[in-house]
């Protein structure tokens, strides 16, 4: 992967911008620093590896050369992403998951924005705000996809099993081919991003619906119900003691009840 092979593959997605790294630390955070230097909305950072990738909840990211898919957009607020904050949890996902479905694959989202296949973990998203006082300047979206087999993490560094694309298909994928299919649909769907249809397509997604779940925090909180999909905001929606109550994303994490993966 080099700068000029995704310029010519990406040309006819409107980028505000495109920086290749072969080795970096965290595109989000190369992301959010050039989001506060000026960098226009639907900017990207792309990198073949990280050494200091992050996932949510503070867990570290696996990101080896050659074999992952790792990239950060930069999305300037707009009206529906300011009255809707919580659905960009969803977008990078439900953007994930189709290219998935192009490829004749079957995923699901763990709520908020895990994609897995075989119940096992695709990828992840990881969306981060960059303030100028109390003014939202940007949002970053950070995406990893393990799309060769060399970019499973070892099963002892993760706390749910990881799968790839090429695991799954069978055969590789080309990573810039995943990263466009993947580009084209985060396009399409921000512009649909305040409507129903999104809210609709982003719950059609989710995995364990009317199963019983617990989601839990990263203080060790947990709440547990039964599964029932999304509230407006994105926020997951459990009937637990016959209450209805709606849990924001943040740094929540969801499992089925009485399954010790997290
Ligand atoms: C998660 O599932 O915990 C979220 C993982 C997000 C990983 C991506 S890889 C590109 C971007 N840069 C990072 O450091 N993290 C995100």
Redesign the pocket.
């Known amino acids: 992967m080099n700068l000029e092979e995704l310029q010519a593959a990406l040309a006819e997605v409107p980028l505000g911008g495109l920086r290749f790294y072969q080795q970096v ?5 190369e ?1 959010a620093s050039w989001a506060s230097d000026g960098a226009a909305d639907f900017a990207l950072v792309v ?1 073949d590896e ?1 050494t ?6 503070g ?1 570290k ?1 696996f ?1 080896p050369s050659g074999a ?5 957009f930069i999305l300037r607020p707009t009206q529906a992403q300011l009255s809707n904050p919580g659905r960009l949890a969803g977008l990078g996902a439900l953007a994930v998951s189709e290219a998935c479905e192009q490829n004749g694959l079957q995923p699901v989202i763990k709520w908020p ?2 994609v897995l296949l075989s119940g096992r ?1 695709l ?4 969306v981060e705000s960059v303030w100028l006082g109390k003014e939202l300047e940007a949002s970053i979206m ?3 996809v393990n799309v060769l087999a060399g970019a499973v993490p070892p099963a002892n560094a993760t706390a749910y099993p990881a799968t790839s694309l090429e695991t799954e298909l069978g055969h590789p994928m080309d990573r810039i081919a995943v990263l466009r299919q993947i580009l084209r649909s985060i396009w399409r769907w921000r512009g649909l991003l305040g409507t129903d249809e999104f809210i609709r397509t982003w719950e059609a997604h989710l995995a364990f619906r009317s199963r019983e779940v617990t989601l839990t925090d990263n203080q060790g909180g947990a709440l547990s119900g039964t599964f029932l999909g999304l509230d407006a905001d994105g926020s997951a929606r459990l009937e637990a003691n016959h209450r209805i109550i709606a849990v924001r994303a943040g740094e929540m994490s969801l499992r089925l009840k009485d399954d010790r993966m997290s």
Do not use: E, I
């Open positions: 630390g965290s595109t989000n955070d992301a990198a990280q200091a990738g992050r996932g949510r909840s867990n990211w990101t992952a898919l790792a990239f950060s924005n895990d973990k990828a992840g998203v990881l950070g995406v990893g």
